[in-house]
């Protein structure tokens, strides 16, 4: 069982920056691919950025490239979501989800932490 909590959404500006983070109860965080989802009102869920067990693989959404960096920290079980150049069309709820390395489904999912852009 992996148990997931995001923080770090909050309001920010156009333009602006935010780090998310999501911290794993779990005893081998290296066991496990991690992403990054996002869910806006009115609209499917979108994979962010994924990221392998062990950190020198990723990849992003096209609308989130080069503005959004995905990360981890294997000794700190922590996955983190590092977004600059922030957009209004970024507002969505964020969600972090882990998967056994390997396998295609996400299993594992947080509560979600909210991010609000203002123009």
């Known amino acids: 069982q992996v148990q997931l909590v995001e923080s770090g959404g909050r309001l920010v500006q156009a333009g602006g920056s935010l780090r998310l983070s999501c911290a794993a109860s779990?005893?081998?965080?290296?066991?496990?691919?991690m992403g990054w989802f996002r869910r806006s009102p009115g609209k499917e869920r979108e994979l962010v950025a994924r990221?392998?067990?062990?950190?020198?693989?990723?990849n992003y959404a096209d609308s989130v490239k080069g503005r959004f960096t995905i990360s981890r920290d294997n000794a700190k079980n922590t996955v983190y979501l590092q977004m600059n150049s922030l957009k209004p069309e970024d507002t969505a709820t964020y969600y972090c989800?882990?998967?056994?390395?390997?396998?295609?489904?996400?299993?594992?999912w947080g509560q979600g932490t909210q991010v609000i852009v203002s123009s």
């Open positions: 779990v005893r081998t965080f290296s066991n496990y691919d």
């Open positions: 989800a882990a998967r056994v390395s390997g396998t295609a489904e996400y299993i594992y």
């Open positions: 990221i392998n067990w062990s950190g020198d693989l990723t």
